[in-house]
């Protein structure tokens, strides 16, 4: 991994020095992104509109940062979209934007603050990956989900994933938790700054 700031972010050693560095970064964290030609909230967007209605909500945007998955979806015309994310500066951009309905500092891989079954579909984009939010984010996010509700969001697909994160999506298929709808092929989701890594969306339909 090339030493940018997307690098910094997986040098981190802990949930704490990782806040501080998208704190830090929130500023400036989409403009740098775009100079690398970040091309997943562009495609994860589209994918959602192929699979979730306009009429469908509450929907949770999990790991929403600055938002800027979430902007193409509003123009759209989606409503009732609630963002969570660890890091307050990042959510204080996504505040500025007034694209969600409401907004909460809290971590993947932790209990979130929701009854179960509140999210007609839920979305996470960039977020769910080594050294991010764990594997272990999926429980959450699968009780958080209305039954038949969708569950699309990105995962790395090179050779810097870990097994953990694959060996989740099977868990969950073949204990019932949810059905596999979609997965796009691997594509470079940064190719001007960091081209060697590649992601896929994936679309789940919770059971």
């Not at 994310?85 to 694209?99: H, T, Y």
Request: include cysteine; proline fraction near 6%.
């Amino acid at each position: 991994m090339r030493h940018t700031k997307v690098g910094a972010t997986y040098l981190a050693n802990s949930p704490e020095e990782q806040k501080e560095a998208y704190d830090d970064w929130a500023q400036s964290y989409e403009q740098d992104l775009c100079a690398m030609g970040y091309r997943l909230p562009a495609v994860a967007a589209a994918i959602f509109t192929r699979f979730v209605s306009l009429k469908a909500g509450p929907i949770l945007d999990a790991g929403c940062g600055g938002g800027i998955q979430t902007e193409p979806l509003k123009h759209v015309g989606y409503n009732r979209i609630i963002g969570i994310d660890f890091s307050p500066g990042m959510l204080d951009i996504a505040k500025s934007k007034k694209i969600y309905d409401e907004l909460h500092c809290m971590a993947l891989g932790q209990p979130l603050n929701f009854p179960d079954e509140t999210f007609s579909a839920t979305y996470s984009v960039g977020t769910i990956t080594p050294k991010h939010a764990p594997a272990s984010s999926f429980e959450e996010l699968i009780r958080v989900t209305k039954k038949e509700g969708l569950l699309i969001f990105s995962l790395r697909s090179d050779a810097g994933q870990e097994p953990e994160y694959p060996a989740a999506l099977k868990h969950h298929t073949q204990t019932g938790h949810w059905q596999s709808l979609y997965a796009t092929e691997g594509f470079a989701g940064m190719p001007y700054g960091e081209p060697n890594i590649f992601h896929r969306i994936h679309v789940y339909r919770r059971l």
